[in-house]
């Protein structure tokens, strides 16, 4: 019923920078929030980025500072620009939404595929 497609992931070398892209689509109320979280193998999934509808942001500490997420609300998109990239950032990273799929129900979350962003020389 609902999709989350990334977009954007790939190699880049140290202190270089990517965006990544995460569209939603299907049949659906409202979505909340939309962000972006990132597992490495061996860990947990850890939350990178995320943004509200009213344009509230949240990120990590260990990005904050490099790291940009961006939304739009009428195309359902939510995109993170990702700067001064380190080794330390590669993982694959997830996109997140936080749905509220009818007007009298309440809020799912959704996971895209997952996009895989490796930092190296």
């Known amino acids: 019923q609902v999709q989350l497609v990334e977009s954007g992931g790939g190699l880049v070398q140290p202190g270089g920078s990517l965006r990544v892209s995460c569209a939603a689509s299907?049949?659906?109320?409202?979505?909340?929030?939309m962000g972006w979280y990132r597992q490495a193998p061996g860990k947990q999934r850890e939350l990178v980025a995320r943004?509200?509808?009213?344009?509230?942001?949240n990120y990590a500490d260990s990005v904050k500072g490099r790291f940009t997420i961006s939304r739009d609300n009428a195309k359902n998109t939510a995109s993170l620009q990702m700067n001064s990239l380190k080794s330390e950032d590669t993982s694959v990273y997830y996109c997140n939404a936080l749905v509220r799929t009818t007007a009298w129900g309440g809020s799912k979350d959704y996971w895209g595929q997952g996009t895989q962003v490796t930092v190296s020389s």
């Open positions: 299907g049949s659906f109320y409202r979505i909340s929030a």
């Open positions: 943004i509200t509808s009213d344009g509230i942001t």
